[in-house]
């Protein structure tokens, strides 16, 4: 990585993103007084649009269902500047949803998805793309994807050579990871979803350095660990950095992982060093912690300038 201009593809999600907000304290099995909106979403579909806002030349592999939703994500996402021209339309399944319950606070207390749509694309799917893989500079997967596609995405690695970066998604997808750790450019991560791949203590800074140094032991060059309020902690050889955020009036967390990991992955692409990126990262996830949706339409390619 390094290349300025450079083209990333990423592969993953997308999905109408269903939000509800408690207006006051949660209870339980009955009815809950909240605020309820919509947006396209999709771990993947997140990165990608990111990305493109932030400048970069970004193409997305995915799938969505023939209907309107599924029509809504590719013309909103397009107009952000991803070419969704590979996205597979399935006349077989609806498109993906997510279902995010979220406290007074903004912060999620529950996520639901079905993603079925995505077992649509299968390692063929991934081969036929041929085209814009081997002309990518770095890809981004999400471990929505089978886990036979993960493995021919890293088969590709290996033979086309492009970076790859692998966003873990959640707790019981998160282990999928864990067989393409080796040759590795960044696992991008969460406490809980680190913990799915490897039993770890992350408490402490002397905790996070040992659990840094553990990935890059088993093949990862970086890892990129989201640890919400706490901010992010960033290992990449024998050390690593702890990077905490600014305090934020939080509208609505979904999304702000997504375009935490777009940012320093578009700073990787720079050439920036780990800190700058970070950096970046954590401005692009703030503008998006302040935004109630999945992506802030105030990324933009002013904020790499601005570092």
């Known amino acids: 990585m390094g290349k300025s201009g450079g083209k990333g593809v990423v592969i993953g999600g997308s999905n109408v993103d269903i939000r509800g907000r408690v207006k006051g304290e949660v209870e339980w099995n009955t009815s809950n007084p909240a605020v309820i909106s919509t947006s396209q979403g999709g771990v993947g579909r997140n990165i990608a649009e990111n990305l493109a806002r932030l400048g970069l030349k970004t193409s997305f592999i995915s799938a969505v269902g023939d209907d309107f939703s599924g029509r809504q994500i590719l013309e909103n996402t397009g107009e952000a500047g991803v070419d969704v021209s590979r996205v597979h339309t399935c006349s077989s399944h609806n498109t993906g949803t997510y279902l995010a319950f979220l406290e007074v606070s903004g912060d999620m207390l529950l996520g639901m998805s079905d993603m079925d749509v995505l077992e649509t694309i299968g390692p063929e799917y991934i081969e036929s793309q041929l085209d814009i893989l081997q002309n990518a500079d770095f890809v981004v997967a999400d471990t929505n994807l089978s886990p036979g596609v993960l493995e021919a995405i890293g088969g590709l690695r290996a033979r086309l050579g492009f970076a790859l970066i692998l966003e873990t998604v959640s707790v019981a997808k998160a282990p999928r990871a864990a067989p393409h750790l080796r040759g590795l450019k960044v696992l991008a991560t969460n406490r809980e979803e680190l913990r799915a791949i490897k039993p770890l203590s992350l408490e402490t800074p002397s905790d996070l350095n040992q659990a840094g140094r553990a990935i890059i032991d088993m093949g990862c060059e970086i890892l990129l660990l989201k640890m919400g309020p706490a901010g992010l902690y960033v290992h990449q050889g024998q050390g690593?950095?702890?990077?905490?955020?600014?305090?934020?009036?939080?509208?609505?967390?979904?999304?702000?992982?997504?375009?935490?990991?777009?940012?320093f992955v578009a700073g990787l692409q720079l050439g920036w060093d780990l800190e700058k990126c970070s950096r970046l990262a954590l401005k692009v996830a703030r503008l998006t912690l302040e935004w109630p949706g999945s992506v802030s339409p105030r990324v933009n390619p002013a904020l790499m300038e601005e570092e």
């Open 240 to 263: 690593g950095i702890h990077l905490k955020p600014e305090r934020v009036e939080i509208k609505d967390a979904t999304g702000a992982g997504d375009s935490l990991v777009a940012a």
